[in-house]
Structure formats: C-alpha cells, structure tokens
C-alpha cells in the first residue's frame, strides 16, 4: 500500500515536521511534552544548525535543529536513523558549541543558561545491564556525583529508543505517548486516528501528507527516503556484525553511492583520512 504520509525518520520528513518556521508549533508541543512540566516553553527561536570551531582547523558540529527559547535556553534535537561508533561522545561534543556561545566578553559571571541534547534514536545503545534499562524509551542523563545527586542541573541529555517504543493506541495516555506514537507510526497512518484530533496534530498530520507536497517537495522526499533505507539498512548490519571491516565496507559503500563526505563521517565515525583511503 502507498505510503499516505512522510517518513518522519528522514532528514527532510523530521524537519518538515519539526524544523521549519510554520512547524514551531509542533516542536513547542513536543518539547513540552518531553521536558520537566515545571518550566513550559512559550516561544522559540531557530538558529544556526551550523556550528563552527573557534578555529579554521576544528571540527564543526551540524545539528538537524537547534533553537532557543524564550528565556535563553538551548534545544538541540538530533535525528539519529541508525548506529555510529562513538554516538554518545559525538553528543558530548555537539552540546560544548551551546555552552560555549553564551561567554561574554569583558567581566562575566559564568552564569550559564540551560542546554537540552535530545535524540531520536531509530536504533537502541544495546549497553544496558538491566532488563529495566534496555526497554526504556526515554533516557534522562544529567551529571551526577559518586552519590548521585546532580552536580549540575543546566545540562541534560535525553535519548527516545524509538525502538522499544511498543505502546498500542488504546493504551496511549500521556501527550508524550501520543508524539512517541505519531513518529514511530506516520508513515504506516492512511487515516488520521481518532486520538490525534486536536489542532496541533491536524496541522502534523496537514504538513506530513504527501500529497500537498509539490513535484521539487516530492523529490528531495523521495531522495531523502531512499538515503535513509541505504543508510540504515548497511549500517545496522555492520554494527550487528561488530566489525570494523564492516563499517569501511558501508563507507565505502555509502562513498560509491555519492553520499556527502561530512554524512560519512558522522555515520560510521571513521576519520576524514579513512574515508578518503577507501
């Protein structure tokens, strides 16, 4: 059966629906969803996916959304489709260009707005020691002390394992179960469940339908769909393998394909020097 609505794990159904001005919304409802009800998020600002280092010759950080609030805090949130060596230091790194921009020059107290890393993971870590950690969907990291009392609350990492996401419609009861529910099943929708009837889902549901979409719109979909079957498809497999030799066979398979340098990677976390080797 033909696919009604986009595929909210390729790059351009994720931003479609998440990362254009008219999507604000959307990802305000989301956001409020997934974070502390102590603190809700009015407005946002998008800003620059496109982080560069203090130099020429440091690594740049390109996020898929990158916004701040209303009060200052900053939002990243990541569209991670399949497994990468090193994933969680990459988040590390990417969450040190937030905290970095807010220094001031001249006299400066230090006093740091609040960074959220968040990631949609169309894969699970597979690291957990416990039955209880491996089939959680939300994870919640924050830096903690030898006690685990937070040492410092301005920094919190969450990652959604869309994977272990398996709650049935009737079962959905939080506005969180309802976004978790729309994202991991979009693509399969072809009429609009009854749960999915107030206005800011209508307008996910009006952005995600494909047939509003026009022929450019359409293409760079189609594109964008076909980048992330071949990605995850003989990326997974590689990881499952746990081979080295696997990873350079998907660089170099992801190369011959014509895939960006940059998409590489951060793909399979291989250097620029080894990519070009292949």
């Known amino acids: 059966m033909k696919a009604k609505y986009i595929n909210p794990f390729t790059d351009f159904g994720f931003k479609k629906i998440f990362g254009e001005e008219a999507s604000k919304p959307l990802l305000i409802d989301f956001l409020n969803a997934l974070l502390p009800q102590t603190n809700k998020i009015v407005d946002l600002t998008f ?65 740091l707005k609040t960074v959220y890393c968040i990631g949609i993971l169309d894969f699970t870590f597979g690291d957990y020691e416990t039955e209880l950690e491996k089939n959680e969907v939300v994870h919640t990291i924050k830096l903690k002390n030898q006690n685990g009392k937070t040492f410092y609350d301005k920094l919190t990492y969450i990652y959604l394992e869309m994977p272990n996401f398996k709650m049935e419609e009737s079962h959905l009861k939080t506005r969180l179960d309802k976004w978790l529910f729309f994202i991991k099943h979009l693509e399969d929708f072809q009429d609009i469940p009854a749960i999915f009837s107030d ?62 340098l940059f998409l590489i990677i951060e793909a399979t976390g291989l250097t620029k020097e080894e990519v070009d080797r292949l």
């Open 199 to 260: 206005n800011i889902f209508t307008q996910a549901f009006e952005k995600a339908e494909l047939a509003k979409f026009g022929p450019i719109e359409l293409d760079n979909y189609e594109n964008s769909l076909k980048m992330y079957r071949d990605l995850k498809g003989v990326i997974d497999t590689a990881f499952d393998e746990g081979k080295l030799e696997g990873i350079l066979l998907v660089a170099k398979k992801l190369k011959e394909k014509g895939m960006d």
């Open 47 to 111: 800003k620059n996916t496109e982080q560069l280092g203090q130099t020429d010759l440091d690594r740049k950080a390109i996020y898929d959304i990158y916004c701040e609030n209303e009060i200052g805090e900053k939002f990243i949130v990541e569209l991670q489709k399949a497994k990468q060596n090193y994933f969680k230091e990459r988040t590390i790194y990417y969450s040190t260009f937030p905290i970095r921009e807010q220094a001031e020059k001249g006299e400066w107290n230090y006093d």
